[in-house]
Nanobody
Framework: QVQLVESGGGLVQAGGSLRLSCAAS????????MGWFRQAPGKEREFVGT????????AYAASVKGRFTISRDNAKNTVYLQMNSLKYGDTAVYYC????????????????????WGQGTQVTVSS
């Protein structure tokens, strides 16, 4: 049973920064492709960013590209989402997700490609 636990969410003013963490246990994290998704009230869950298990490849949604950075520390079994220049529209519950059996340089953008999900952490950006 793979467990993913997000942390680092909270309330931040527009223009500010926040770093989310996702700690993994119960599997081989170093071989998991990882991703971040978010869901705002009344909206469907959407892709935010992804990182290959080798760390060599990343991809982002257009809405966050240039502001958010995904990274991983395999020694700590943790993936991060650094969020800068936050906007009110970034307000959402943020989820991390993991998947195994993908190539070292593959990134995954679709929910259905992921097998493991955290319970989410709330990010609220005040305007």
């Amino acid at each position: 049973q793979v467990q993913l636990v997000e942390s680092g969410g909270g309330l931040v003013q527009a223009g500010g920064s926040l770093r989310l963490s996702c700690a993994a246990s119960g599997g081989t994290f170093s071989r998991y492709t990882m991703g971040w998704f978010r869901q705002a009230p009344g909206k469907e869950r959407e892709f935010v960013g992804t990182i290959s298990w080798s760390g060599s490849s990343t991809a982002y949604a257009a809405s966050v590209k240039g502001r958010f950075t995904i990274s991983r520390d395999n020694a700590k079994n943790t993936v991060y989402l650094q969020m800068n220049s936050l906007k009110y529209g970034d307000t959402a519950v943020y989820y991390c997700a993991g998947a195994g059996s993908y190539a070292p340089d593959e990134t995954l953008r679709r929910e259905g490609e992921y097998d493991y999900w955290g319970q989410g952490t709330q990010v609220t950006v005040s305007s």
